[in-house]
Nanobody, 123 residues
Framework: QVQLVESGGGSVQAGGSQRLSCAAS????????IGWFRQVPGKEREWVTS???????SVTNSVTGRFAISSDNAKNILYLQMNRLKPDDTGTYYC?????????????????WGLGTQVTVSS
C-alpha cells in the first residue's frame, strides 16, 4: 500500500522561502516519475515540477528559477524548495507519484497522491 505524506507547509511572507517534504512508504522513487502539484479552490490541480525515472527535472514556467525539486531516494523523501515566494504561489501542495518512468503534467498520469499541505503567501 503506497502512502505519501506531505509536510512543511504554513504561512510565509512574500519573498520568503519554504521547504516541503513528502515521505513515501510502499513505493520506490528510483525509476519512477514523482512530482509536486498545487491547487487553489475553484481551479484545477496544477503541475508544478517533477523528476522522471531517469532523474530529469521539469519545472513549470511560473516557478522556474524559484522552486527546486529534489529527492533522497535512500530515504524515499521528496522535497520542494520554494524561494522568492509570491502570493500567487498560495495553494494546497500535493506530492504525486507514478507507476511509470516518464512524467506528464496532467494529474491523471499519477497513480498516488498525498493529502496535501497548505502554503499561504501573504503580501
Amino acid at each position: 500500500q503506497v502512502q505519501l505524506v506531505e509536510s512543511g507547509g504554513g504561512s510565509v511572507q512574500a519573498g520568503g522561502s519554504q521547504r516541503l517534504s513528502c515521505a513515501a512508504s510502499g513505493y520506490t522513487f528510483s525509476g519512477h516519475c514523482i512530482g509536486w502539484f498545487r491547487q487553489v479552490p475553484g481551479k484545477e490541480r496544477e503541475w508544478v515540477t517533477s523528476i522522471n525515472g531517469d532523474g530529469q527535472i521539469s519545472v513549470t514556467n511560473s516557478v522556474t528559477g524559484r522552486f527546486a525539486i529534489s529527492s533522497d531516494n535512500a530515504k524515499n523523501i521528496l522535497y520542494l524548495q520554494m524561494n522568492r515566494l509570491k502570493p500567487d504561489d498560495t495553494g494546497t501542495y500535493y506530492c504525486a507519484a507514478s507507476d511509470g518512468r516518464a512524467c506528464y503534467s496532467p494529474p491523471r498520469y499519477y497513480n498516488y497522491w498525498g493529502l496535501g499541505t497548505q502554503v499561504t503567501v501573504s503580501s
